[in-house]
């Protein structure tokens, strides 16, 4: 059974950066057909896309956050990375890590992570 | 960006009720469509992909239709597990995905 779990501070200083951390359980990072990523949804808000990465090396950002974003990959821990720079109140939410399977043209998020809330607050 | 717009924003439903959600898409998205379930507190749950395709394990009263801009979400017989938020997501141009802004479904 495929498991992702984040972890990471909860709260961040407004102008710092925002990091997490993905472990992956039950499956390797490193297989074809899937991608792995992260997605926010901000207290009362909907989901927004932050960005997803093949293994082999191929990584795509959100055009909204692109400038302040990094996703990151540690194959060997079978962990995955997200760091957000220069945050804002904005940048408040839940924060999920998802496995995203693309396979016959077609994609989707089919295992999700619990999430974490971060709070940006002084 | 590929705008995603669902309606309604929320609706009201009893237990054994046929709720039928609309998606609708800026542009033409041909079936590169899911459907998300998310409950309080808890991450979502995939219930359909390619628009009409059932996710292994979701009941069979959930249904999906449409291509091109428009499509829909139906549940055949609403159940008390049912309350909660659905969101669509295109997946047309992958991986820049972008999600609808959700359809609260509540006890009437």
């Known amino acids: 059974q495929v498991q992702l779990q984040e972890s990471g501070p909860g709260l961040v200083k407004p102008s710092e950066t925002l990091s997490l951390t993905c472990t992956v359980s039950?499956?390797?990072?490193?297989?074809?057909?899937?991608?792995w990523g992260w997605i926010r949804q901000s207290p009362g808000k909907g989901l927004e896309w932050i960005g997803s990465f093949y293994y082999r090396g191929n990584t795509f950002y959100n055009p909204s956050l692109n400038s302040r974003v990094t996703i990151s990959v540690d194959t060997s821990k079978n962990q995955f990375s997200l760091r957000l720079g220069s945050v804002t109140a904005a940048d408040s939410a839940v924060y999920y890590c998802?496995?995203?399977?693309?396979?016959?043209?077609?994609?989707?998020?089919?295992?999700w992570g619990n999430g974490t809330t971060v709070t940006v607050s002084s | 960006d590929i705008q995603m717009t669902q309606s309604p924003s929320s609706l009201s439903a009893s237990v054994g009720d046929r709720v039928t959600i609309t998606c609708r898409a800026s542009?033409?998205?041909?079936?590169?469509l899911n459907w998300y379930q998310q409950k309080p507190g808890k991450a979502p749950n995939l219930l359909i992909y390619?628009?009409?395709s059932l996710q292994s394990g979701v009941p069979s009263r959930f249904s999906g239709s449409g291509s091109g801009t428009d499509f829909t979400l139906t549940i055949s017989s609403l159940q008390p597990e049912d309350f909660a938020t659905y969101y669509c997501?295109?997946?047309?141009?992958?991986?820049?995905?972008?999600f609808g802004g959700g359809t609260k479904v509540d006890v009437k």
């Open positions: 039950g499956a390797s990072i490193s297989i074809t057909n899937y991608y």
């Open positions: 998802a496995r995203n399977y693309y396979g016959s043209g077609h994609y989707y998020m089919d295992v």
């Open positions: 542009q033409s998205i041909s079936i590169y």
């Open positions: 390619a628009a009409s």
């Open positions: 997501q295109q997946t047309y141009r992958t991986p820049a995905l972008t």
